[in-house]
């Protein structure tokens, strides 16, 4: 994901509270979200830099590693640099100290609700337990057991522990998985949880099937990653987060290990997960970004950046670990800065947490006040008008659950309002159209009669048949038979001049037209653009650029090749094999926009139908109008696709030089002027 970092002015104050150092400061960054249609845009400032914790007590910190707050107004920091555990208040005012002498590098802890101290200690190759006091109560090795791994060494980083007590354990270099143990009988190893997998790329498939064992031994292994930090919630589900694992960076795991969510947005660089309480979920990366999630991983924020050696509160060397309160206050860890970061909601945060929560409980209409006051500060907001379509569907007011799914691109709110509204239409309006098509055609029975016995539209017909009499309007009317009867149509192209550049002009106008519209016009649930862009120029010239250097590259493969066909004749077959796109892209079009999601299969299809009609109408177009033979008519369609490809990179490789060389004769131009005016 791009991250843009404002340079704004940085003001900042330092004041003493006792016992701790505290500083506060104003924005240094911008806040971003994604919008229905994928894209990252900016919104209102979701947390404000509040304050940074230097010191616990006269305590400064060496290395540390991570940090837990807990639901009471505690901060529990391991520092691995002076072997202990501090502990202080949200202020950073020193509790006490826990573990000094007793550890060797503790580098991951966990603090349960009734105030137990689990520490990962690494170097220590042991999970060290403390009550509240600082008292050691207990201490787990290495598991004997065997599905473990003889050779397998037990250096805890990070661990989290569930309300049975058990723990969950990343280890270093344990590509297996998260470790299980048991607080049974001095620690038993209950297994793997929440492995990772490898991902295999056709070429490794293709070159383990035919390497030799030596070179095998040669190729890179492939591990899977081992998890960089975890987290759980009050429900008992496992959150991890681990680097280089693409979509699969933040995974919430059930007890089965069984990932739930995917995010719509991740870091490469996670450090570390935590949950909030209303079901949210925190990812601070490595670089100082942190990351909002709701629990079905939509992404609601993500903001901060890695500080540019200036020191600015709000912007992070290297992130070790992340913590919030019940305030909805993140701490931030900043391993490099040794020092933890504030960071406080604003009022817009605040309102879409109350919001979410009631949403996620399912209380959707309690949940339209602090909706519409997040709408009111920005209506533009997405998940929120998300919410407000599925309040005002449960409701029962369908045209409004309409409005805020369309303005937030929720599609599977859309299509459930839309069922209703459509239903709604059908019960009001069935006998209605009922009549209406009785008495059309009551009318069109009657007027045939009238034609019959007093030929009323004769003189209409003459006309009619006149007009059918054009050169232009028989060669237009010709595409019909064409579609119908290829074979004997690409007969009557090149034998009968049957076809023209201006009726071949007209139908690829009639092509571009359609698709334009099917490009704005089509229904909600099927639209691919933001609604009010539009680039009709650039979606014409497309079609006609497209047309034209296949049209130019199949007849250069086809004179190469001893084709008979000449480029006219080309040019009107092939415009006549789009004529199915004529009669059928408008069905298309009306299905789109009376269809709900359950339906889409129906456009798709018909979609399917358009486009082998097409292709089959240009290979026989390809095969008839140069008299080839099936062989050779698939040899010059793959010829025509590699010159396509060629001419494309040719032109590619033309304008990156057309640009190069404008940007440097525009810049040779301004040293000039700036020498003249010097």
């Known amino acids: 994901m791009k991250r843009k970092l404002s340079a704004l002015l940085l003001l900042i104050i330092t004041c003493i509270v006792t016992g701790s150092e505290i500083s506060y400061a104003s924005t240094p960054y911008k806040t971003y979200t994604i919008d229905g249609y994928g894209y990252v845009t900016e919104t209102q400032s979701a947390y404000m830099p509040d304050a940074s914790i230097t010191k616990v007590g006269e305590d400064a910190l060496l290395s540390p590693s991570d940090m837990v707050v807990t639901e009471d107004g505690f901060i529990y920091i391991a520092d691995t640099g ?147 930090n975890l987290s759980i919630d009050e429900s008992g589900l496992i959150y991890t987060v681990t680097q280089g694992d693409y979509q699969y960076t933040l995974k919430k795991l059930n007890i089965a290990g069984s990932n739930l969510i995917v995010p719509d947005a991740y870091d490469e660089l996670p450090a570390s997960v935590t949950t909030g309480a209303y079901d949210n979920i925190y990812v601070a990366s490595q670089d100082g970004y942190i990351y909002e999630y709701n629990s079905d991983g939509e992404l609601l924020f ?45 009022e817009f945060t605040n309102l879409l947490h109350e919001s979410l929560f009631l ?53 599977d709110g859309y299509s459930d309002a839309f069922w209703e509204v459509r239903n709604q239409w059908i019960r009001d309006n069935l006998i209605l159209s ?69 009726c071949a002009n007209l139908i690829l106008l009639g092509v571009i037209i359609l698709s334009i519209i099917g490009k704005y016009g089509c229904g909600f649930l099927l639209k691919t653009v933001r609604d009010g862009q539009y680039d009709l120029i650039g979606d014409a010239g497309t079609v006609i650029v497209i047309f034209l250097m296949l049209i130019a590259c199949n007849y250069l493969m086809c004179t190469i090749n001893e084709g008979e066909g000449t480029f006219k004749q080309l040019y009107c077959a092939y415009a006549y094999a789009l004529t199915p796109y004529i009669f059928i892209k408008p069905i298309v079009i009306l299905l789109s926009n009376v269809i709900t999601y359950s339906e889409v299969f129906l456009v798709q299809l018909t979609n399917y139908i358009m486009i082998s009609w097409i292709a089959v109408l240009l290979f026989i177009a390809l095969k008839e109008i140069n008299d080839y033979t099936i062989r050779s008519t698939i040899k010059i369609l793959l010829l025509t696709i590699f010159t396509v490809l060629i001419a494309a990179l040719l032109i590619f490789i033309i304008y990156i030089l057309f640009t190069q060389v404008l940007e440097f004769v525009v810049t040779i131009a301004g040293e000039v002027v700036y020498r003249l005016e010097t």
């Open 302 to 346: 993500v903001f901060g950046g890695r500080d540019d050696g200036r020191g600015r509160i709000g912007l992070c060397d290297k992130v070790a670990a992340i913590g919030v309160d019940n305030e909805s206050n993140l701490y931030l860890l900043d391993a490099e800065k040794k020092q933890v970061q504030i960071f406080k909601p604003t």
């Open 359 to 411: 949403y996620e409980k399912g209380r959707y209409t309690e949940s339209k006040e602090p909706l519409t006051q997040v709408l009111e500060m920005n209506s533009l907001f997405d998940y929120a008008n998300k919410a407000m379509c599925r309040a005002y569907l449960q409701e029962e007011n369908y045209g409004e659950a309409l409005k805020y799914a369309r303005l937030a691109k929720d599609f």
């Open 82 to 228: 002076s072997k202990k555990v501090l502990v202080s208040d949200l202020e950073g005012n020193y509790i006490r100290t826990i573990g000094e002498g007793e550890l060797t590098a503790p580098t991951g802890i966990y603090v349960t609700k009734d105030k137990t101290l689990y520490v990962a200690d690494k170097d220590g190759k042991k999970v060290v337990v403390f009550d509240e006091e600082g008292n050691k109560i207990q201490e787990y090795g290495k598991p004997d057991h065997p599905l473990y791994g003889e050779s397998m060494d037990f250096k805890p980083q990070k661990l989290v522990v569930n309300k049975s007590g058990n723990m969950y354990i990343i280890c270093e270099g344990n590509t297996n998985g998260i470790v299980q143990i048991a607080p049974t009988n001095g620690g038993t190893f209950i297994g793997y949880f929440g492995t990772n997998y490898t991902s295999v790329s056709l070429l490794e498939v293709f070159q383990r099937a035919i390497f030799t064992d030596e070179q095998k031994a040669k190729m890179l292994s492939k591990l899977p990653s081992t998890p960089t």
């Open 434 to 502: 009922m009549g209406v098509l009785i008495l059309v055609f009551a009318c069109v029975q009657v007027l045939k009669r009238l034609q019959k016995k007093k030929g009323i539209f004769n003189p209409l017909q003459k006309k009619v048949r006149g007009f059918y009499d054009r050169l232009l309007v028989k060669q237009m009317v010709y595409s019909r038979y064409f579609m119908k009867h290829p074979v004997d149509g690409c007969y009557g192209v090149k034998r009968e001049q049957k076809a023209s550049y201006l």
